[in-house]
């Protein structure tokens, strides 16, 4: 069957099964009954990417309990082995020596028993006294509640901890009446207090108020639900997926266990809201007396809040790297396609390239990089310097493989006397960004660059900035406009935008993106605010897409220094 022809037969099918999609127990995602086994006939390799992780078919989504283990690092994520969109959830698993190649092994745990029959859905690994890993996870029991359970690994001395059993104690952890059986999932990583008592914190909502609500165990089988909520914030809906976890203050990089308090550590609490499908989080302390996270005064806590990842990036999970010191977090990147799309070409979903994240030393936010393990894949390198950037005339960067590539560039802009006013009203960057695209010329920006571009750039996305000036100081907003990323008109081009906290005194901001077929992760101000989209381009795909710099504003901007790199392919099976 052609490839047009397998899409419309596909779409057929969905237009008939919409009706039966939310038949089953609440969860995150749209569930179509009769597509989520439906097999693909063949995996279309346009628009898979080359280094960051996915399978070699079918649908992922949230990375779940990732850990560095005697030397060797675990990648657990929800998969359906059978198609290319949500269901039939396992834990697939992988394994890894560098963050970057994988090997594949056995799912770790997938529906076998009556608490997870239904579903075997997100959780984390923690590593308990002894060196003894133990995996909490959500399933979804018989009668459709969502409980919490422990699995363990067979075989201690497996270095890749191939088989993971589950005790017959489970579940461990029960909705009570209180709690809504169908909004109780995701168990953090837990850790111990100083009584020598474990927690841990699972998502919940009661109404509209998101919640994490904390147990305690002193053995790591029982556990009873503590007096207090960890924390809650009323009308955020939903929370999934949430994490906790201390770091360094004074803008050290050095990662913390998940155990340790104290003097000069603060706390983040992150959530991912399915409402919005957004990571949001805070930055405050959590007060191990009481068991409560309080976040600082300045930090909102809502949907306004602070966000790892302004575009595709969603259900994070971060990890402490004891091997390197470091806390390493990872996201999953959905599609911006359509699913009849999806299923055509046979997979959905990746993981973000893993991110090193710590505390900024303005102690306002957290500050995000791509773990160095990265540059490992770096091939032919392009170096620029000192070249201004002439208004409306984009400046090609060659001698790269531009849909495979690695791009770190520093701006100068000349002067920011006649920078644009900074309207107070303007509170929301997308919707800023969305009113002032690309094509907006402005006096300070858009200035950036243009990837996945075609040569006569009838397609391409572009990645840029625009600096204001407000009453104290300059805003400085980054954008990743897609609207011109693909000929084809079912897909999601939303534009993204986040402000960047920087100071301008030097009059330089800074961008790195690392362009991968139908992903560019975008990393701005030294990775203060980042945005990653998923792009189908249609026009000299394959070994033919440019990329270009360029400034649309009044303004001289420089390139101060490029350095650009293609990229080649990690070893993932």
């Given at each position: 069957m052609g490839s047009l022809d397998l899409r419309f037969s596909i779409w057929v099918i969905f237009l008939c099964c919409f009706s039966l999609s939310r038949d089953v127990v609440e969860a995150?995602?749209?569930?179509?009954?009769?597509?989520?086994?439906?097999?693909?006939?063949?995996?279309?390799?346009?628009?898979r990417t080359g280094f960051h992780f996915q399978p070699p078919k079918n649908w992922?989504?949230?990375?779940?309990?990732?850990?560095?283990?005697?030397g060797i690092y675990h990648l657990f994520y929800q998969y359906n082995p059978k198609g290319a969109v949500w269901g039939n959830i396992e834990w697939a698993h992988s394994v890894s020596t560098d963050l970057i190649n994988w090997s594949p092994v056995e799912p770790a745990i997938y529906p076998?028993?009556?608490?997870?029959?239904?579903?075997?859905?997100?959780?984390?690994?923690?590593?308990?006294?002894?060196?003894?890993?133990?995996?909490?996870?959500?399933?979804?029991?018989?009668?459709?509640?969502?409980?919490?359970?422990?699995?363990?690994?067979?075989?201690?001395?497996?270095?890749?901890?191939?088989?993971?059993i589950k005790p017959s104690y489970?579940?461990?952890?029960?909705?009570?009446?209180?709690?809504?059986?169908?909004?109780?999932?995701?168990?953090?990583?837990?850790?111990?207090?100083?009584?020598?008592?474990w927690r841990v914190v699972i998502g919940s909502k009661t109404g509209k108020e998101g919640t994490a609500i904390l147990y305690?165990?002193?053995?790591?089988?029982?556990?009873?639900?503590?007096?207090?909520?960890?924390?809650?914030?009323?009308?955020?809906?939903?929370?999934?997926?949430?994490?906790?976890?201390?770091?360094?203050?004074?803008?050290?990089?050095?990662?913390?266990?998940?155990?340790?308090?104290?003097?000069?550590?603060?706390h983040v609490f992150k959530v991912s809201l399915d409402d919005t499908k957004l990571d949001y989080y805070t930055i405050g302390q959590y007060q191990h007396d009481t068991d409560q996270y309080v976040p600082d005064r300045e930090s909102v806590d809502n949907k306004a809040g602070l966000r790892y990842d302004h575009g595709k990036f969603y259900a994070s999970k971060t990890f402490y790297d004891a091997g390197k010191k470091r806390r390493v977090l990872w996201g999953w990147?959905?599609?911006?396609?359509?699913?009849?799309?999806?299923?055509?070409?046979?997979?959905?979903?990746?993981?973000?390239?893993?991110?090193?994240?710590?505390?900024?030393?303005?102690?306002?936010?957290?500050?995000?990089?791509?773990?160095?393990?990265?540059?490992?894949?770096?091939?032919?390198k392009v170096k620029l310097f000192n070249k201004v950037l002439v208004k409306g005339e984009p400046l090609q960067i060659k001698g790269l493989t531009a849909e495979q590539a690695d791009v770190d560039v520093e701006f100068e802009i000349e002067s920011l006397e006649k920078a644009e006013a900074f309207d107070p009203s303007w509170t929301d960057p997308q919707i800023l960004c969305s009113h002032k695209g690309v094509e907006?010329?402005?006096?300070?920006?858009?200035?950036?660059?243009?990837?996945?571009?075609?040569?006569?750039?009838?397609?391409?996305?572009a990645i840029f900035f625009r600096v204001f000036k407000a009453k104290q100081d300059h805003v400085v907003l980054m954008c990743s406009d897609q609207s011109r990323s693909s000929k084809e008109l079912d897909i999601d081009k939303t534009t993204y935008g986040g402000f960047v906290d920087v100071n301008m005194v030097d009059r330089r901001i800074s961008l790195r993106s690392l362009i991968d077929h139908s992903v560019v992760e975008s990393f701005g101000g030294g990775g203060r605010t980042c945005i990653t989209t998923r792009v189908y381009p249609t026009m000299d795909v394959e070994d033919q897409a440019n990329l270009y710099v360029f400034n649309k504003g009044s303004e001289t901007v420089k390139i101060s220094k490029l350095k650009a790199w293609s990229m080649k392919k990690a070893e993932i099976a």
């Open positions: 995150s995602h749209e569930v179509f009954l009769n597509l989520q086994s439906f097999q693909p006939i063949t995996v279309s390799q346009n628009h992922i989504n949230d990375p779940n309990g990732p850990m560095y283990y005697n076998s028993e009556k608490f997870d029959i239904n579903g075997c859905w997100s959780g984390s690994a923690t590593i308990l006294p002894g060196n003894k890993p133990v995996i909490l996870y959500t399933g979804v029991d018989q009668s459709n509640r969502q409980v919490q359970n422990a699995a363990i690994p067979k075989n201690l001395a497996d270095p890749y901890l191939k088989e993971w489970n579940p461990v952890i029960l909705p009570d009446k209180d709690i809504n059986a169908s909004s109780f999932r995701d168990p953090t990583t837990a850790w111990q207090g100083p009584d020598g008592q305690k165990s002193k053995d790591f089988i029982h556990w009873e639900k503590a007096q207090h909520y960890l924390h809650s914030s009323k009308e955020t809906g939903m929370w999934e997926c949430p994490d906790i976890y201390p770091v360094s203050g004074g803008g050290r990089r050095d990662g913390l266990d998940t155990l340790v308090v104290g003097k000069g550590v603060k990147m959905n599609e911006s396609d359509t699913v009849p799309n999806d299923i055509a070409k046979g997979w959905a979903g990746l993981q973000s390239i893993p991110r090193m994240v710590w505390l900024d030393k303005n102690e306002r936010q957290l500050v995000q990089w791509p773990v160095d393990e990265v540059e490992s894949l770096r091939d032919r907006v010329e402005g006096v300070i920006g858009p200035f950036g660059l243009k990837v996945l571009a075609s040569k006569g750039l009838e397609e391409y996305t």
